[in-house]
């Protein structure tokens, strides 16, 4: 394993999980445990631990991307890793996939999509509020040590930028995602997915039916909801809050325009008709 590096981000974690995200040899850092140096962090291990003037051990790791999503400074509501692990699966995002996205926020998806399309890949993030894409550009850059090779960040209108270009996945994280259907399918390529998060049914219902009529099949729209449970030697229950309901994800497939009829595609997940 690689020792932890001066400026290297550090997930410091208590014995009860509480989390603080530092930077090893940035001086002193200070809790409700007690106080540590974090010149001490430089040159240890990821899953030793520091021990505060206290006495108390705050265990040392790197953090990963779903850590850093909680931590990053942020002006909007960030997209929760329950529903960002959906896009790239349900969206299928591959290494080496070319993917827009439009609607950045704090940078919390751009990092998910990042990772998932690899070095070989290539993401193109449209955002028209320059607050949000340099916000989203500094947290990314945080995560990444730099800059990623393979990341184009524009600040602009999605439904006003003559993009020539053409992409295998599409991502929509607007409050009106309905407008941008239609821009953004002049650059997905035939067979192509596009995916949209919205928080209100009505949106959902509107980027549905704007789907539908620029050629897309499979058109399909759900929620996820995730539950933690408290289990120890005593007991095993359900944790008193959960993370429920934060937005609703249509993905859909783009077909030939040339096609005449729409095929019914059942979903897979869906429960078979009696």
Known sequence: MNA????ELVLLTSQKGKTWLVRAGSGSFSCHLGNVDLQDVVGRQEGEWLETHRGAKVFLFRPSLGDYVHKLKRRT???YPKDMGAFWIYGDIRPGDVVLETGVGSGALSL???????PKGRLISVEVRPEFAQLARKNIEVFFGKTPDNHTLLVADVTAL????TVDRVVLDLPEPWLAVEAVSACLRTGGLLLSL??????AQMVCQELKRHGYANVTTFELLKR?????ARRARPEDRMIGHTGFITVAKKIARTSEVVPT???PEAPVPS
């Open 265 to 267: 595609i059942r979903d």
């Open 228 to 232: 933690n449970w408290k289990i120890d």
């Open 4 to 7: 932890f590096q001066p400026g």
């Open 198 to 203: 919205s928080p209100q049914v009505g949106q």
């Open 77 to 79: 509501q960030v997209i």
């Open 112 to 118: 998910a999509l990042l990772r998932a399309v690899g």
């Open 162 to 165: 003559p993009l020539k270009v």
